[in-house]
């Protein structure tokens, strides 16, 4: 059973410019989750999707960060324009019940120059 | 507001000792307890949880964990500690909220062990 999977593993962007990241949940998880986590700080929740549904993004940093998540399969992060403090390595995570473990991609690296 | 702290950034421990990473949380009710490890270049992935029943639990990896109620701590532990075990650990606790439940994280203690 394939895992949690992200795209790209790693971006490199200047200020200003737009990047847009991608997971893929495990087939069947309804659960989606975005986390970011900023170099030695904890891992901290941007949204949670329910299927198509935006369960809960009360920790959206901004309406520069934009999450889909069309027909409830693969989601999509897109932030833009780019800020330097956007930097981190930004997490995807599935679950089947809301309650259970989280299973996590490998995380893209996000660095703002 | 809801928080889960892990007052150590590094613990350090020879090989065959017996470990343990601390975790104290601040929620209401009554949350469900996680921890997760983090190999370098590798996603989080799950080693053991607590929801109800009896406060030690066993995880993956040898591993197990302490929930006290009174402490609001969720100790992770391990009798004999192997070099393999060298990662970052993070502790978590979900809540439920007014978008379901949420899972939120420390900041994550990085382990050493030396052979």
């Known amino acids: 059973e394939a895992g949690v999977t992200q795209f790209p593993s790693h971006s490199v962007i200047e200020k200003g410019q737009t990047v847009t990241l991608r997971c893929d949940p495990i087939s069947g998880h309804d659960n989606l989750y975005w986390y970011r986590r900023v170099m030695g700080k904890e891992i901290k929740f941007l949204l949670h999707?329910?299927?198509?549904?935006?369960?809960?993004e009360s920790g959206m940093p901004n309406n520069r960060f934009l999450a889909e998540r069309t027909g409830g399969t693969y989601s999509t992060l897109k932030v833009q324009p780019a800020e330097l403090e956007d930097s981190g390595v930004y997490f995807c995570a599935s679950s089947q019940v809301m309650t259970g473990e989280l299973f996590f991609g490998e995380g893209s690296r996000l660095t703002v120059l | 507001a809801q928080s889960v702290a892990q007052p150590e950034d590094q613990v350090n421990v020879a090989e065959g000792n017996p470990l343990t990473v601390k975790c104290t949380y601040s929620?209401?009710?009554?949350?469900?307890l996680f921890w997760y490890v983090q190999y370098p270049n590798r996603g989080l992935q799950f080693l053991l949880k607590?929801?109800?029943?009896?406060?030690l639990v066993k995880g993956s990896y040898g591993f197990e964990a302490e929930f006290n109620k009174s402490q609001t701590s969720f100790h992770l532990k391990k009798p004999s500690a192997l070099v393999s075990d060298s990662a970052l650990y993070f502790c978590a606790v979900s809540s439920p909220g007014d978008g379901g439940f949420k899972t939120i994280f420390g900041a994550g203690t990085r382990l050493f062990v030396k052979a």
């Open positions: 607590y929801i109800t029943g009896d406060n």
């Open positions: 929620v209401s009710g009554n949350p469900y």
């Open positions: 999707f329910v299927k198509e549904s935006k369960q809960d």
